[in-house]
């Protein structure tokens, strides 16, 4: 592979100026940035109810906010953490600016509908913005009915419609991803020769193609029926309101996947380069992740066991989600071979990944523990569910979101972020995160409710352990905001690999020119290989 | 007669490679449309189990002498988008144009029946929600067939609305020779999504209109 | 696909037109008697039968690439896990004693 000159080109950042070069931009590395600004403003909307939520949770009784107000406070927490932020983070982001490069290409297939589908995402994030501003929703990310559909007195269409149009954000961005891994890849880089990252969003985009469409749909339904009264998930009228959490769940369980896969590509991208290791087991961990979008599909009904689902369905479920724990325990084990006799370092984002290791097996675990029927009955709607998810959600796609971001900021920008104070910073949200979730399993096993403001005085110290602990995590993200814009002006220059990683994507100039590659790269060596990985030494 | 050139995009190597991607992200594109159907289609299936009766007799509501032309007219407009590929591929602008023509009004004759149908549910009040008086001794959840019906034949119609737009852009284009031997991928991915709307139809008429249809066709 | 090598003769389309018509007429007709159960089965089995024709004709995935027969089965696929599991549901409920149906 030749290396291509940085110096006559000007990078993609350079060369055109303004705004509308920017908002018009059919290059994804631009585009990948726009959604950055995108993700970034919604993470911080989310984190901002987060922090009310807590606060709130000081103390027993409900005296911050009143009930009405709690539920809208959790609703758009919920809401925009998980649409705008989790799902589009690693792959708008980092997927857009990463995989063209990774496999050789110029762009992805579809230049114009890469950059529809930031319109489309921030479309969406407007008018969810507006049903916020406007008063707000109180229905629970979840928008169960019958409340939602009948008998909810919140802004319910606004905040919908504004995921069912960012529901196509993700729909296109699939179809491109798709497209793309199948036809643009450099000669001679067969499927198995692909950075684990690709594979992680060539699955993740099956899901956001098969499943994304159903929440469309099943929206529309909740609006049809909010504005008409037609009966279809009203039991007064017919309707059975269960349909609804079969509808809902079919899509946003996979999308868990969606948010988790992509981490998981991350991860092992990190991994590889932090052991100076190819990653053992390449094959099995590349069919994991198709697994576990197959099998993903077949498990949402492990949300319903107390639903007033059929119990015999409720057994099927709870079968087939101990089966999709497995591909994910086999990653995990993956990783950690690819660990054993590597030469290790613990640069910012290698942290970042062993904090996912650690944080998702337990994420993962405790999913098992709700997989079991008999305990769901027990922990369903409890703590012990939030504090599941967010173990998989925030100590695992977050941490690796921000190990990701890291890793390949010096690429992206050509500046170094701060080192030490990185590593600090990681270790702080490390710190932070398992003070805030850790207490909350046992609060949830204890029996204390979701959703609820008010709690039995017995909990309070967990709460407040549970507070102190955001309070920590908090800083960890604000300061990471804080130091990596810092270093777009003040960070040190970065050379092409600064890492010393292997992959594509490190042959070129950091930051990359607009067309990626002055010729087509030939791809000889299989993935990983660091025979012809140059190793820059940095402090 | 302006010449045809193939538009070979700066991040393809070759005009193969474009059309093979734009086919892929095409028929990616269909999967999730199969899946936003699916959505309806389970929904009706569920509540087709829960309630046969209510979909039986809603389902003789439903004019099927009317129903079944439809379905011809709909097919004949897969004829016609179909050979309008076809001249597409052979280099026939014109006469692709033309096609795509015949296809515009034998949509608009299927969207102007399914009009008359809704009018006349409208008169007989059978649009829950809007209008709903059934009549006496109808069967109680007769509102869930109904608002499937409008529901489903609702988005289908919406998505023929957005392919008479597509029709009407990728005519012109044809008709002032854009499209050739070696490129005509935008009048194929229109067929492709014209064949996908006839497929949901082929599915919904028999579901919807023939439900124990002994009983005669009402109108 | 797009290989625009692959042009179907006139013929096969108006047969597979034909056809479709034929279906058309065929399943009309044999919804105006009551077979029971197997009415379903024979609409979906005709309706079946159409969707194939256009689909590998019209759409010409007959003459097409591996990776677009799976892309046209894969939707179709995806919903039938969701009818299976969602019956596996519905179809096993036990009433309760005291509620309407």
């Given at each position: 592979?030749?290396?291509?000159?940085?110096?006559?080109?000007?990078?993609?950042?350079?060369?055109?100026?303004?705004?509308?070069?920017?908002?018009?931009?059919?290059?994804?590395?631009?585009?990948?940035?726009?959604?950055?600004?995108?993700?970034?403003?919604?993470?911080?909307?989310?984190?901002?109810?987060?922090?009310?939520?807590?606060?709130?949770?000081?103390?027993?009784?409900?005296?911050?906010?009143?009930?009405?107000?709690?539920?809208?406070?959790?609703?758009?927490?919920?809401?925009?953490?998980?649409?705008?932020?989790?799902?589009?983070?690693?792959?708008?982001?980092?997927?857009?600016?990463?995989?063209?490069?990774?496999?050789?290409?110029?762009?992805?297939?579809?230049?114009?509908?890469?950059?529809?589908?930031?319109?489309?995402?921030?479309?969406?994030?407007?008018?969810?913005?507006?049903?916020?501003?406007?008063?707000?929703v109180?229905t629970?990310?979840t928008f169960y009915t019958p409340y939602s559909s009948t008998y909810a007195n919140s802004h319910v269409i606004a905040a919908a419609l504004?995921i069912f149009?960012?529901g196509?954000?993700?729909?296109?961005?699939?179809?491109?991803?798709?497209?793309?891994?199948?036809?643009?890849?450099?000669?001679?880089?067969?499927?198995?020769?692909?950075?684990?990252?690709?594979?992680?969003?060539?699955?993740?985009?099956?899901?956001?193609?098969?499943?994304?469409p159903v929440i469309a749909i099943t929206i529309l339904l909740v609006a049809v029926e909010r504005l008409f009264h037609v009966g279809i998930f009203d039991p007064a009228l017919g309707g059975d309101p269960v349909l609804f959490q079969h509808l809902f769940w079919f899509y946003?369980?996979?999308?868990?996947?969606?948010?988790?896969?992509?981490?998981?590509?991350?991860?092992?991208?990190?991994?590889?380069?932090?052991?100076?290791?190819?990653?053992?087991?390449?094959?099995?961990?590349?069919?994991?992740?198709?697994?576990?979008?197959?099998?993903?599909?077949?498990?949402?009904?492990?949300?319903?066991?107390?639903s007033g689902?059929?119990?015999?369905?409720?057994?099927?479920?709870?079968?087939?989600?101990?089966?999709?724990?497995?591909?994910?325990?086999?990653?995990?084990?993956?990783?950690?071979?690819?660990?054993?006799?590597?030469?290790?370092?613990?640069?910012?984002?290698?942290?970042?990944?062993?904090?996912?290791?650690?944080?998702?097996?337990?994420?993962?675990?405790?999913?098992?523990?709700?997989?079991?029927?008999?305990?769901?009955?027990?922990?369903?709607?409890?703590?012990?569910?939030?504090?599941?998810?967010?173990?998989?959600?925030?100590?695992?796609?977050?941490?690796?979101?921000?190990?990701?971001?890291?890793?390949?900021?010096?690429?992206?920008?050509?500046?170094?972020?701060?080192?030490?104070?990185?590593?600090?910073?990681?270790?702080?949200?490390?710190?932070?995160?398992?003070?805030?979730?850790?207490?909350?399993?046992?609060?949830?096993?204890?029996?204390?409710?979701?959703?609820?403001?008010?709690?039995?005085?017995?909990?309070?110290?967990?709460?407040?352990?549970?507070?102190?602990?955001?309070?920590?995590?908090?800083?960890?993200?604000?300061?990471?905001?804080?130091?990596?814009?810092?270093?777009?002006?003040?960070?040190?220059?970065?050379?092409?690999?600064?890492?010393?990683?292997?992959?594509?994507?490190?042959?070129?100039?950091?930051?990359?020119?607009?067309?990626?590659?002055?010729?087509?790269?030939?791809?000889?060596?299989?993935?990983?290989?660091?025979?012809?990985?140059?190793?820059?030494?940095?402090? | 007669?302006?010449?045809?050139?193939?538009?070979?995009?700066?991040?393809?190597?070759?005009?193969?490679?474009?059309?093979?991607?734009?086919?892929?992200?095409?028929?990616?594109?269909?999967?999730?449309e199969?899946m936003f159907f699916g959505g309806l289609f389970t929904t009706y299936l569920v509540y087709r189990v829960l309630h046969p009766g209510a979909f039986a007799e809603g389902s003789a509501h439903l004019p099927v002498a009317l129903g079944t032309a439809n379905t011809?007219?709909l097919?004949?407009?897969?004829?016609?988008?179909?050979?309008?590929?076809?001249?597409?591929?052979?280099?026939?602008?014109?006469?692709?144009?033309?096609?795509?023509?015949?296809?515009?009004?034998?949509?608009?004759?299927f969207l102007g029946v399914k009009g008359v149908e809704y009018a006349e549910k409208w008169e007989h009040g059978l649009i829950p929600g809007v209008r709903w008086s059934p009549e006496a001794g109808a069967d109680a959840r007769l509102n869930l067939f109904f608002a499937l019906y409008f529901v489903m034949t609702g988005c289908h119609a919406l998505h023929m609305l957005v392919?008479?737009?597509?029709?009407?852009?990728?005519?012109?284009?044809?008709?002032?020779?854009?499209?050739?031997?070696?490129?005509?991928?935008?009048?194929?991915?229109?067929?492709?999504?014209?064949?996908?709307v006839?497929?949901v139809w082929i599915f919904l008429f028999p579901l919807l209109y023939l439900l124990h249809g002994?009983r005669g066709g009402h109108s | 696909?797009?290989?625009?090598?692959?042009?179907?003769?006139?013929?096969?389309?108006?047969?597979?037109?034909?056809?479709?018509?034929?279906?058309?007429?065929?399943?009309?007709?044999?919804a105006?008697?009551?077979?029971?159960?197997?009415n379903d089965?024979?609409a979906l089995?005709?309706a079946?039968?159409?969707?194939?024709?256009?689909?590998?004709?019209?759409?010409?995935?007959?003459?097409?690439?591996?990776?677009?027969?799976?892309?046209?089965?894969?939707?179709?696929?995806?919903l039938?896990?969701f009818f299976?599991?969602i019956l596996?549901d519905y179809?096993?409920r036990?009433?309760?004693?005291?509620w309407a149906g």
């Open positions: 592979m030749s290396a291509p000159h940085a110096g006559e080109r000007p990078s993609y950042l350079g060369g055109e100026y303004g705004l509308r070069s920017w908002l018009l931009t059919l290059d994804h590395k631009r585009i990948g940035l726009l959604y950055l600004m995108g993700v970034s403003a919604f993470f911080l909307v989310g984190g901002a109810f987060a922090v009310l939520i807590r606060l709130e949770l000081l103390t027993p009784s409900g005296d911050l906010f009143q009930s009405e107000t709690y539920n809208k406070l959790f609703t758009l927490h919920g809401i925009f953490m998980i649409f705008f932020f989790l799902l589009p983070s690693i792959p708008a982001v980092l997927g857009n600016f990463l995989l063209p490069l990774m496999i050789g290409a110029r762009d992805l297939a579809f230049p114009r509908i890469n950059l529809l589908s930031w319109y489309i995402y921030m479309v969406g994030g407007l008018f969810t913005t507006y049903a916020m501003l406007a008063g707000g109180d629970g990310w504004g149009i960012s196509f954000s993700s729909i296109l961005t699939g179809v491109n991803f798709i497209a793309t891994i199948h036809k643009l890849r450099a000669p001679g880089l067969t499927w198995f020769r692909l950075p684990l990252f690709v594979w992680a969003h060539y699955a993740t985009s099956l899901i956001m193609v098969l499943g994304t946003s369980h996979p999308a868990v996947y969606i948010m988790i896969l992509p981490a998981m590509g991350v991860i092992s991208e990190v991994i590889a380069c932090f052991s100076r290791k190819r990653v053992f087991g390449y094959k099995i961990v590349a069919f994991s992740s198709l697994a576990i979008a197959v099998l993903g599909f077949l498990v949402w009904g492990h949300h319903m066991f107390v689902q059929s119990v015999y369905a409720g057994v099927v479920f709870s079968l087939l989600s101990f089966l999709v724990a497995i591909p994910s325990a086999v990653k995990v084990f993956n990783w950690t071979a690819t660990l054993y006799r590597g030469s290790i370092s613990f640069e910012a984002p290698m942290l970042y990944a062993l904090g996912f290791i650690g944080l998702f097996t337990i994420g993962g675990l405790t999913g098992i523990f709700l997989a079991t029927l008999a305990v769901d009955v027990h922990v369903h709607d409890t703590y012990f569910v939030v504090a599941h998810f967010h173990f998989v959600m925030v100590g695992g796609a977050v941490m690796a979101y921000l190990g990701g971001l890291h890793f390949w900021w010096p690429k992206m920008f050509g500046r170094l972020y701060p080192e030490m104070l990185a590593r600090v910073t990681a270790v702080i949200v490390f710190v932070g995160f398992n003070l805030t979730f850790l207490p909350q399993f046992v609060l949830g096993y204890l029996g204390m409710p979701r959703r609820y403001h008010v709690y039995p005085d017995e909990f309070q110290v967990l709460n407040v352990l549970s507070t102190a602990g955001a309070s920590i995590l908090g800083l960890g993200f604000l300061m990471s905001a804080a130091y990596l814009p810092w270093s777009l002006r003040f960070g040190k220059k970065a050379g092409r690999n600064p890492f010393g990683a292997a992959g594509l994507e490190w042959t070129t100039a950091s930051p990359p020119m607009a067309h990626n590659f002055e010729s087509v790269p030939e791809v000889q060596g299989e993935a990983y290989e660091r025979e012809h990985v140059e190793e820059e030494l940095h402090v | 007669m302006s010449e045809t050139r193939a538009v070979l995009a700066h991040h393809f190597e070759s005009l193969e490679q474009q059309n093979e991607a734009a086919a892929i992200g095409m028929w990616a594109f269909l999967v999730q199969v011809a007219v097919i004949g407009s897969s004829l016609t988008m179909a050979l309008g590929v076809r001249a597409a591929q052979l280099g026939r602008g014109r006469q692709c144009a033309l096609f795509l023509a015949a296809t515009i009004v034998l949509a608009f004759a392919g008479i737009v597509l029709m009407a852009i990728v005519a012109g284009r044809a008709w002032g020779g854009r499209y050739s031997r070696a490129n005509f991928l935008g009048v194929e991915c229109l067929g492709l999504y014209w064949h996908f006839d497929l002994h | 696909m797009s290989e625009s090598g692959h042009v179907l003769p006139l013929r096969v389309y108006f047969a597979v037109f034909t056809a479709l018509l034929a279906g058309t007429a065929l399943t009309t007709w044999v105006t008697h009551d077979l029971g159960p197997w089965l024979v089995s005709i079946g039968t159409k969707a194939t024709l256009v689909i590998l004709y019209f759409m010409h995935v007959r003459y097409a690439s591996r990776l677009i027969w799976i892309f046209s089965l894969a939707g179709f696929l995806w039938m896990l299976v599991l596996a179809q096993t036990v009433p309760v004693p005291g």
